[in-house]
């Protein structure tokens, strides 16, 4: 009887164990997957955490690459403007350029055309004069010009400024070729020896003058030449073409230059225009 009871006691004792160790394990497994949840988490809450880390990179990389991107922007922009500006400038010049290279073939050929012009009225004047000999006159081309270099011997007596009958023949034919081509200018000069004038005139400047507004009285006056092309001066001693040390020097001095061109208004005209530029 004893024994059936020891054994029901330890029967029980085993139920009633048996019966607590069930929520023991189930508190545990509880326990461990909250434990587990926790981990998780964390380990989460870590990822977030280096999530939002490379979030906050990136967005500053971002805005780094979105600053570059507008720098380079503003470069394109300045780059292109200057570019355009060059190109404009480029083109300006390459007008200039032709304009100019236009402008200097104008030049050349209205050049071109006054050397002929001037060859053309030098032929005219040896022609029309070719009755004296080179003692009296001399017809050349100097500086662009038509020089008519006539001597003192031919043209006036020593001292004088009125003009020898021979000279007025050599100025009548001058005048025939001046008055069938008007636009010749005419720049009649005086030029004399260094020696000291004498008599009426005062000096030589005196006499240089004078000798320069007879001819041109008689170019206008006795054969008709339009004194509206007509320039007269003196040179007086100072514009020798010899030495005035010896006889054969101061006799080449003693002349009277009748100095021929074409009318330069074009050239003129053209030159002033590209100063002007």
Not at 119 to 132: H, T, Y
Not at 160 to 173: H, I, R
Request: charged fraction near 25%.
């Amino acid at each position: 009887m004893k024994r059936i009871a020891n054994i029901a006691i330890l029967s029980f004792t085993s139920t009633l164990l048996l019966v607590s160790c069930v929520p023991t394990r189930k508190w545990k497994a509880s326990e461990a997957a909250l434990q587990s949840a926790r981990s998780d988490s964390a380990r989460l809450a870590g990822q977030v955490s280096d999530l939002q880390s490379n979030v906050g990179q990136l967005k500053q990389q971002i805005g780094d690459l979105d600053k570059k991107i507008n720098d380079l922007n503003n470069q394109a922009g300045a780059l292109s403007t200057d570019a355009a500006d060059k190109a404009s400038r480029l083109n300006k010049t390459q007008e200039q350029l032709i304009e100019e290279r236009r402008r200097l073939q104008q030049l050349q050929a209205l050049m071109d055309q006054q050397k002929k012009a001037t060859q053309e009225i030098r032929k005219k004047m040896s022609d029309a004069l070719v009755g004296f000999n080179s003692n009296e006159l001399t017809v050349a081309i100097k500086n662009g010009k038509v020089y008519v270099s006539l001597s003192e011997n031919l043209l006036f007596p020593s001292g004088s400024a009125v003009v020898n009958p021979k000279g007025k023949d050599a100025l009548s034919k001058l005048a025939d070729v001046l008055n069938v081509n008007p636009d010749i200018t005419v720049n009649i000069e005086g030029h004399t020896d260094s020696i000291p004038i004498r008599g009426r005139y005062k000096d030589n400047w005196d006499l240089s003058t004078a000798r320069a507004t007879s001819i041109v009285r008689i170019l206008t006056i006795d054969y008709k030449v339009d004194p509206m092309r007509v320039i007269a001066s003196g040179h007086s001693q100072y514009d020798p073409v010899q030495s005035n040390s010896t006889p054969d020097g101061r006799a080449l001095n003693r002349r009277t230059e009748i100095i021929l061109s074409p009318k330069l208004d074009e050239l003129f005209k053209l030159l002033e225009t590209g100063s002007g530029n």
